[in-house]
Protein backbone atom coordinates (compact mmCIF):
# COMPACT_ATOMS: atom_id res chain seq x y z
CA UNK A 1 0.00 0.00 0.00
CA UNK A 2 2.94 2.55 0.50
CA UNK A 3 4.05 2.22 -3.57
CA UNK A 4 0.15 2.94 -3.94
CA UNK A 5 0.06 5.97 -2.16
CA UNK A 6 3.54 7.33 -2.75
CA UNK A 7 4.24 6.41 -6.11
CA UNK A 8 0.55 6.10 -7.76
CA UNK A 9 -1.14 8.55 -5.46
CA UNK A 10 1.36 11.10 -5.26
CA UNK A 11 1.35 11.46 -1.11
CA UNK A 12 4.74 11.85 1.29
CA UNK A 13 5.11 9.37 4.01
CA UNK A 14 3.76 11.40 6.59
CA UNK A 15 0.33 11.54 4.43
CA UNK A 16 0.37 7.51 4.27
CA UNK A 17 1.11 7.19 8.08
CA UNK A 18 -2.15 10.03 8.56
CA UNK A 19 -3.96 7.20 6.11
CA UNK A 20 -3.05 4.45 8.32
CA UNK A 21 -4.24 6.12 11.44
CA UNK A 22 -7.85 7.71 9.90
CA UNK A 23 -7.78 3.52 8.69
CA UNK A 24 -7.74 2.64 12.72
CA UNK A 25 -9.54 5.35 14.00
CA UNK A 26 -12.38 4.49 11.75
CA UNK A 27 -11.88 1.04 12.88
CA UNK A 28 -12.22 2.03 16.56
CA UNK A 29 -15.17 4.47 16.10
CA UNK A 30 -17.17 1.83 13.91
CA UNK A 31 -16.89 -2.07 15.95
CA UNK A 32 -19.41 -1.56 18.14
CA UNK A 33 -22.12 0.20 15.69
CA UNK A 34 -21.36 -2.11 13.19
CA UNK A 35 -21.64 -5.57 15.65
CA UNK A 36 -25.17 -4.07 17.04
CA UNK A 37 -26.19 -3.77 13.51
CA UNK A 38 -25.05 -7.53 12.74
CA UNK A 39 -26.75 -8.33 15.51
CA UNK A 40 -30.17 -6.64 14.21
CA UNK A 41 -29.37 -7.58 10.58
CA UNK A 42 -27.95 -10.61 11.36
CA UNK A 43 -24.40 -12.29 10.82
CA UNK A 44 -25.19 -13.20 6.80
CA UNK A 45 -26.19 -9.43 5.74
CA UNK A 46 -22.93 -8.00 8.02
CA UNK A 47 -21.22 -10.18 5.51
CA UNK A 48 -22.96 -9.25 2.68
CA UNK A 49 -22.82 -5.41 3.40
CA UNK A 50 -19.42 -6.05 4.22
CA UNK A 51 -18.00 -7.08 0.94
CA UNK A 52 -20.37 -4.79 -0.69
CA UNK A 53 -18.71 -1.72 1.21
CA UNK A 54 -14.95 -3.04 0.67
CA UNK A 55 -15.51 -3.68 -2.91
CA UNK A 56 -17.01 0.04 -3.25
CA UNK A 57 -14.05 0.98 -0.98
CA UNK A 58 -11.63 -0.27 -3.57
CA UNK A 59 -13.32 1.15 -6.87
CA UNK A 60 -13.10 4.48 -4.73
CA UNK A 61 -9.45 4.41 -3.80
CA UNK A 62 -8.81 4.11 -7.81
CA UNK A 63 -11.23 7.60 -9.02
CA UNK A 64 -8.05 9.12 -9.06
CA UNK A 65 -4.71 10.00 -6.85
CA UNK A 66 -6.39 12.22 -4.41
CA UNK A 67 -6.16 12.26 -0.56
CA UNK A 68 -9.11 13.10 0.18
CA UNK A 69 -10.56 10.33 -1.93
CA UNK A 70 -8.08 8.11 -0.24
CA UNK A 71 -9.65 8.91 3.52
CA UNK A 72 -13.01 8.02 1.82
CA UNK A 73 -12.09 4.51 0.77
CA UNK A 74 -10.12 4.02 4.00
CA UNK A 75 -13.44 5.17 5.88
CA UNK A 76 -15.68 2.61 3.83
CA UNK A 77 -12.41 -0.26 4.24
CA UNK A 78 -12.84 0.58 8.00
CA UNK A 79 -16.57 0.04 7.74
CA UNK A 80 -16.05 -3.09 5.73
CA UNK A 81 -13.76 -4.28 7.78
CA UNK A 82 -16.05 -3.70 10.96
CA UNK A 83 -18.71 -5.35 9.59
CA UNK A 84 -16.70 -8.44 9.05
CA UNK A 85 -15.06 -8.71 11.96
CA UNK A 86 -16.42 -11.10 14.40
CA UNK A 87 -19.18 -11.64 11.85
CA UNK A 88 -17.79 -14.71 10.41
CA UNK A 89 -16.73 -16.28 13.42
CA UNK A 90 -20.05 -15.83 15.44
CA UNK A 91 -21.75 -17.41 12.08
CA UNK A 92 -19.41 -20.22 11.90
CA UNK A 93 -19.80 -20.53 16.19
CA UNK A 94 -23.88 -20.45 15.58
CA UNK A 95 -23.52 -22.81 12.76
CA UNK A 96 -21.47 -25.60 14.56
CA UNK A 97 -23.58 -25.27 17.68
CA UNK A 98 -27.05 -25.57 15.58
CA UNK A 99 -25.51 -28.74 14.40
CA UNK A 100 -24.47 -30.03 17.66
CA UNK A 101 -20.61 -29.67 17.07
CA UNK A 102 -19.26 -26.74 19.20
CA UNK A 103 -17.32 -28.61 20.72
CA UNK A 104 -14.90 -28.45 17.46
CA UNK A 105 -15.52 -24.66 17.54
CA UNK A 106 -11.82 -24.16 18.66
CA UNK A 107 -10.13 -25.88 15.73
CA UNK A 108 -12.62 -25.04 13.54
CA UNK A 109 -11.80 -21.22 14.12
CA UNK A 110 -8.56 -21.58 14.37
CA UNK A 111 -8.31 -23.84 10.45
CA UNK A 112 -10.53 -20.34 9.33
CA UNK A 113 -7.70 -17.78 10.96
CA UNK A 114 -5.18 -19.81 9.32
CA UNK A 115 -7.12 -19.69 5.98
CA UNK A 116 -7.28 -16.07 6.49
CA UNK A 117 -3.71 -15.37 6.76
CA UNK A 118 -2.49 -17.47 3.98
CA UNK A 119 -5.03 -15.22 1.69
CA UNK A 120 -3.39 -12.15 3.37
CA UNK A 121 -0.28 -13.64 1.99
CA UNK A 122 -1.06 -14.72 -1.18
CA UNK A 123 -2.78 -11.66 -1.79
CA UNK A 124 0.66 -9.85 -1.24
CA UNK A 125 2.67 -11.83 -3.60
CA UNK A 126 -0.01 -11.61 -6.16
CA UNK A 127 -0.37 -8.39 -6.28
CA UNK A 128 2.75 -7.44 -6.32
CA UNK A 129 3.22 -9.36 -9.76
CA UNK A 130 0.09 -7.79 -10.69
CA UNK A 131 1.56 -3.86 -9.92
CA UNK A 132 4.75 -4.92 -11.78
CA UNK A 133 2.51 -5.99 -14.79
CA UNK A 134 -0.40 -3.48 -14.66
CA UNK A 135 0.64 -0.96 -12.72
CA UNK A 136 0.18 0.14 -9.28
CA UNK A 137 -3.47 0.55 -9.24
CA UNK A 138 -3.94 -3.08 -11.08
CA UNK A 139 -4.43 -4.70 -7.41
CA UNK A 140 -6.60 -2.62 -6.24
CA UNK A 141 -8.42 -3.44 -9.27
CA UNK A 142 -8.20 -6.77 -8.77
CA UNK A 143 -9.29 -6.91 -5.41
CA UNK A 144 -13.20 -6.65 -6.91
CA UNK A 145 -13.02 -10.04 -8.10
CA UNK A 146 -12.62 -11.94 -4.72
CA UNK A 147 -14.54 -8.89 -3.11
CA UNK A 148 -17.82 -10.03 -4.97
CA UNK A 149 -16.69 -13.70 -4.97
CA UNK A 150 -17.09 -13.29 -1.21
CA UNK A 151 -20.17 -11.34 -1.27
CA UNK A 152 -21.99 -14.15 -3.62
CA UNK A 153 -20.78 -16.53 -0.86
CA UNK A 154 -22.43 -14.31 2.13
CA UNK A 155 -25.29 -14.42 -0.05
CA UNK A 156 -25.60 -18.10 -0.25
CA UNK A 157 -25.14 -18.20 3.60
CA UNK A 158 -27.73 -19.59 6.10
CA UNK A 159 -27.81 -18.70 9.31
Known amino acids: MTLFFTQWGGLDFFQVLLLNSWFFLWNFVLEV ?17 GSLAGTTATLVYVLKPDFRVFLCAEVLFAFAFTLHTGADDALAYDSLLALGKEDESKAFLARMEKFKLGGIILATLTGGFIAERWGLAAPMVAYVAPSLAGLGIALGLKE
Open 33 to 49: PTGALADRLGRKWSLVL
